[in-house]
Protein backbone atom coordinates (compact mmCIF):
# COMPACT_ATOMS: atom_id res chain seq x y z
CA UNK A 1 0.00 0.00 0.00
CA UNK A 2 1.10 3.26 -1.03
CA UNK A 3 0.83 6.95 0.86
CA UNK A 4 1.24 10.15 0.20
CA UNK A 5 0.80 13.69 1.77
CA UNK A 6 -2.78 14.59 2.18
CA UNK A 7 -2.81 17.98 0.57
CA UNK A 8 -6.38 19.11 1.03
CA UNK A 9 -7.46 19.97 4.60
CA UNK A 10 -10.11 21.28 6.33
CA UNK A 11 -9.31 25.00 6.93
CA UNK A 12 -9.09 25.67 11.00
CA UNK A 13 -9.48 29.64 10.36
CA UNK A 14 -7.20 30.44 13.33
CA UNK A 15 -5.40 33.38 13.41
CA UNK A 16 -2.39 32.90 14.96
CA UNK A 17 -0.70 35.76 17.04
CA UNK A 18 -1.62 38.62 14.42
CA UNK A 19 -0.67 42.10 15.38
CA UNK A 20 -2.82 44.98 15.62
CA UNK A 21 -2.56 49.00 16.33
CA UNK A 22 -3.80 50.71 18.94
CA UNK A 23 -5.94 53.37 18.89
CA UNK A 24 -5.41 56.98 20.20
CA UNK A 25 -7.35 56.59 23.01
CA UNK A 26 -4.62 53.84 24.18
CA UNK A 27 -7.59 51.25 25.06
CA UNK A 28 -9.36 50.35 21.70
CA UNK A 29 -8.19 47.54 19.54
CA UNK A 30 -10.02 46.50 15.80
CA UNK A 31 -8.84 43.06 15.22
CA UNK A 32 -7.45 42.10 11.88
CA UNK A 33 -10.38 39.84 10.83
CA UNK A 34 -13.61 39.40 12.72
CA UNK A 35 -13.74 36.94 16.00
CA UNK A 36 -15.70 33.70 15.37
CA UNK A 37 -15.37 32.58 19.03
CA UNK A 38 -14.89 34.71 21.94
CA UNK A 39 -13.62 31.88 23.86
CA UNK A 40 -10.74 31.01 21.19
CA UNK A 41 -9.37 34.84 21.82
CA UNK A 42 -5.84 34.85 23.37
CA UNK A 43 -4.30 38.85 23.78
CA UNK A 44 -0.79 39.62 24.68
CA UNK A 45 1.07 42.96 24.94
CA UNK A 46 4.91 42.85 24.77
CA UNK A 47 4.75 38.77 24.66
CA UNK A 48 2.89 39.14 27.92
CA UNK A 49 -0.72 37.46 28.13
CA UNK A 50 -3.47 39.79 28.87
CA UNK A 51 -5.80 38.07 31.18
CA UNK A 52 -9.78 38.25 29.79
CA UNK A 53 -11.02 40.00 32.69
CA UNK A 54 -8.73 42.95 31.32
CA UNK A 55 -11.01 43.87 28.39
CA UNK A 56 -14.06 43.44 26.34
CA UNK A 57 -15.16 42.33 23.05
CA UNK A 58 -17.48 43.08 20.45
CA UNK A 59 -18.71 41.84 17.11
CA UNK A 60 -20.45 44.17 15.32
CA UNK A 61 -21.86 45.09 12.48
CA UNK A 62 -20.60 49.04 10.53
CA UNK A 63 -23.95 50.63 9.65
CA UNK A 64 -25.25 51.03 6.42
CA UNK A 65 -22.47 47.99 5.70
CA UNK A 66 -22.34 44.38 5.88
CA UNK A 67 -18.90 44.65 7.02
CA UNK A 68 -18.53 42.67 10.24
CA UNK A 69 -15.91 43.82 12.84
CA UNK A 70 -13.98 42.87 15.78
CA UNK A 71 -13.18 45.49 18.34
CA UNK A 72 -11.39 44.92 21.65
CA UNK A 73 -11.55 47.24 24.51
CA UNK A 74 -9.18 47.76 27.52
CA UNK A 75 -10.54 48.50 30.50
CA UNK A 76 -7.64 50.38 31.63
CA UNK A 77 -5.03 52.59 28.95
CA UNK A 78 -1.94 50.19 27.57
CA UNK A 79 0.73 52.44 29.21
CA UNK A 80 3.87 51.05 27.05
CA UNK A 81 5.51 53.70 25.01
CA UNK A 82 5.36 51.42 21.86
CA UNK A 83 2.83 48.27 22.77
CA UNK A 84 2.96 45.52 20.58
CA UNK A 85 -0.53 43.95 20.71
CA UNK A 86 -0.74 40.54 19.13
CA UNK A 87 -3.51 37.59 19.13
CA UNK A 88 -4.16 34.81 18.31
CA UNK A 89 -8.52 33.39 18.16
CA UNK A 90 -10.48 31.53 15.41
CA UNK A 91 -12.01 33.86 12.81
CA UNK A 92 -15.23 33.53 10.56
CA UNK A 93 -14.89 31.74 7.83
CA UNK A 94 -16.14 33.86 5.30
CA UNK A 95 -13.42 36.49 6.13
CA UNK A 96 -10.78 33.40 7.34
CA UNK A 97 -7.83 35.08 5.21
CA UNK A 98 -6.00 31.29 4.63
CA UNK A 99 -9.00 29.89 2.72
CA UNK A 100 -11.08 32.65 1.69
CA UNK A 101 -14.76 31.30 2.86
CA UNK A 102 -13.26 27.87 0.48
CA UNK A 103 -13.28 26.52 3.69
CA UNK A 104 -10.25 24.03 3.05
CA UNK A 105 -6.57 24.29 2.25
CA UNK A 106 -4.05 23.29 0.10
CA UNK A 107 -1.56 22.67 2.64
CA UNK A 108 -0.04 20.55 5.23
CA UNK A 109 -2.01 19.56 8.18
CA UNK A 110 -0.86 17.98 12.01
CA UNK A 111 -2.92 15.73 13.14
CA UNK A 112 -3.26 15.31 17.25
CA UNK A 113 -0.50 13.03 17.16
CA UNK A 114 2.11 15.17 15.73
CA UNK A 115 2.11 13.61 12.57
CA UNK A 116 1.54 14.73 9.15
CA UNK A 117 -1.88 14.09 7.79
CA UNK A 118 -1.35 11.17 4.80
CA UNK A 119 -3.75 9.74 2.56
CA UNK A 120 -3.97 6.01 1.53
CA UNK A 121 -6.11 3.95 -0.96
CA UNK A 122 -9.00 5.68 -2.78
CA UNK A 123 -8.46 8.86 -1.23
CA UNK A 124 -4.94 8.79 -2.55
CA UNK A 125 -6.11 7.60 -5.90
CA UNK A 126 -8.21 10.48 -5.96
CA UNK A 127 -5.59 13.00 -4.85
CA UNK A 128 -3.31 11.63 -8.10
CA UNK A 129 -6.38 12.22 -10.49
CA UNK A 130 -6.48 15.92 -9.29
CA UNK A 131 -2.43 16.17 -9.44
CA UNK A 132 -2.03 15.00 -12.77
CA UNK A 133 -5.05 17.36 -13.84
CA UNK A 134 -4.16 20.40 -12.40
CA UNK A 135 -0.37 20.05 -13.06
CA UNK A 136 0.51 22.45 -15.99
CA UNK A 137 2.54 20.35 -18.75
CA UNK A 138 6.06 20.79 -18.67
CA UNK A 139 6.16 22.92 -14.71
CA UNK A 140 7.87 19.55 -13.43
CA UNK A 141 11.38 20.01 -14.43
CA UNK A 142 11.85 16.16 -13.51
CA UNK A 143 9.13 14.82 -15.20
CA UNK A 144 7.80 17.49 -18.20
CA UNK A 145 5.45 15.34 -19.88
CA UNK A 146 3.30 15.04 -16.15
CA UNK A 147 -0.02 17.05 -16.15
CA UNK A 148 -1.89 19.00 -18.38
CA UNK A 149 -2.65 21.98 -21.47
CA UNK A 150 -5.48 23.15 -19.18
CA UNK A 151 -3.99 26.17 -18.39
CA UNK A 152 -3.38 27.33 -21.18
CA UNK A 153 -6.91 27.98 -21.76
CA UNK A 154 -6.78 30.89 -19.69
CA UNK A 155 -7.90 34.07 -21.12
CA UNK A 156 -9.14 32.75 -24.19
CA UNK A 157 -12.65 33.41 -25.08
CA UNK A 158 -15.44 31.04 -25.34
CA UNK A 159 -16.63 31.71 -29.10
CA UNK A 160 -16.95 27.61 -29.86
CA UNK A 161 -18.30 25.95 -26.71
CA UNK A 162 -17.93 22.55 -28.31
CA UNK A 163 -14.56 23.18 -29.53
CA UNK A 164 -13.82 23.78 -25.69
CA UNK A 165 -15.32 21.17 -24.71
CA UNK A 166 -13.51 18.32 -26.88
CA UNK A 167 -10.02 19.93 -25.65
CA UNK A 168 -10.93 19.75 -21.89
CA UNK A 169 -12.14 15.66 -22.57
CA UNK A 170 -9.15 15.49 -24.45
CA UNK A 171 -6.80 16.67 -21.84
CA UNK A 172 -8.12 15.09 -19.23
CA UNK A 173 -8.41 12.10 -20.71
CA UNK A 174 -4.82 12.47 -21.90
CA UNK A 175 -4.13 12.87 -17.81
CA UNK A 176 -5.50 9.78 -17.09
CA UNK A 177 -3.74 7.58 -19.70
CA UNK A 178 -0.53 9.37 -18.07
CA UNK A 179 -1.63 8.44 -14.65
CA UNK A 180 -2.68 4.76 -15.80
CA UNK A 181 0.97 3.87 -17.59
CA UNK A 182 2.45 5.28 -14.70
CA UNK A 183 0.86 2.78 -11.99
CA UNK A 184 0.94 0.05 -14.87
CA UNK A 185 4.90 0.43 -14.86
CA UNK A 186 4.61 0.25 -10.84
CA UNK A 187 2.68 -2.93 -11.00
CA UNK A 188 5.03 -4.20 -13.20
CA UNK A 189 8.07 -3.97 -11.80
CA UNK A 190 6.72 -6.10 -8.69
CA UNK A 191 5.25 -3.16 -6.43
CA UNK A 192 2.51 -3.58 -4.33
CA UNK A 193 -0.53 -1.70 -4.23
CA UNK A 194 -3.80 -1.82 -2.36
CA UNK A 195 -6.78 -1.87 -5.68
CA UNK A 196 -8.45 1.13 -3.87
CA UNK A 197 -5.09 3.32 -5.45
CA UNK A 198 -4.94 1.92 -8.61
CA UNK A 199 -7.37 3.39 -11.48
CA UNK A 200 -9.85 1.30 -12.70
CA UNK A 201 -12.16 2.64 -15.25
CA UNK A 202 -12.49 6.22 -17.14
CA UNK A 203 -16.56 5.93 -17.08
CA UNK A 204 -17.76 9.92 -18.24
CA UNK A 205 -16.05 13.26 -18.50
CA UNK A 206 -18.85 15.60 -18.02
CA UNK A 207 -18.91 19.18 -18.83
CA UNK A 208 -21.48 21.78 -17.32
CA UNK A 209 -22.14 25.46 -18.06
CA UNK A 210 -22.51 27.47 -14.79
CA UNK A 211 -24.07 31.31 -14.23
CA UNK A 212 -21.07 32.67 -15.21
CA UNK A 213 -20.64 32.69 -19.13
CA UNK A 214 -16.63 32.38 -19.10
CA UNK A 215 -17.01 29.20 -16.49
CA UNK A 216 -17.64 26.15 -16.91
CA UNK A 217 -17.55 23.15 -14.37
CA UNK A 218 -16.05 19.49 -15.31
CA UNK A 219 -17.08 16.23 -13.47
CA UNK A 220 -15.17 13.27 -13.98
CA UNK A 221 -16.40 9.79 -13.20
CA UNK A 222 -14.04 6.59 -12.78
CA UNK A 223 -13.97 3.79 -10.74
CA UNK A 224 -10.87 2.44 -9.00
CA UNK A 225 -9.68 -1.36 -9.07
CA UNK A 226 -11.54 -1.77 -5.75
CA UNK A 227 -14.89 -1.11 -7.88
CA UNK A 228 -15.47 2.22 -6.02
CA UNK A 229 -16.91 4.64 -8.12
CA UNK A 230 -15.29 7.97 -7.75
CA UNK A 231 -15.62 11.37 -8.94
CA UNK A 232 -13.28 14.13 -9.27
CA UNK A 233 -15.06 18.39 -10.34
CA UNK A 234 -12.83 21.15 -11.09
CA UNK A 235 -14.05 24.12 -12.14
CA UNK A 236 -12.46 25.99 -15.40
CA UNK A 237 -12.22 29.62 -15.68
CA UNK A 238 -11.36 31.25 -18.88
CA UNK A 239 -10.39 34.04 -16.26
CA UNK A 240 -8.73 31.81 -13.78
CA UNK A 241 -8.67 28.40 -12.53
CA UNK A 242 -10.64 27.66 -9.75
CA UNK A 243 -11.00 24.29 -7.56
CA UNK A 244 -14.14 22.74 -6.34
CA UNK A 245 -13.03 21.46 -3.11
CA UNK A 246 -12.25 17.87 -2.40
CA UNK A 247 -11.87 17.87 1.19
CA UNK A 248 -12.54 14.04 2.94
Request: glycine letters at 4%; aromatic letters at 8%.
Amino acid sequence: MSYDVKLQNYCDHKILWAQAQLEADMKTVYLPYPLASASSLKVRVNGVTVSPALYSIKTLRKSLSLTVISIIEFFNKVKHSTPIIEFNYVALSETCPKCLNVKSLDDLFINGHGDIEMTSRELLLLQQVEKVIVTKLSSNAFHDWYGTELHSLIGTKISDKNLLYTRVREQVSTAIDKLKNIQKQMTTSGRKFDPGELFGKLLSIDIQDTEDPSMIFVVVSFTSQSNVNMEYTQYLSMNDTLRQRLVL
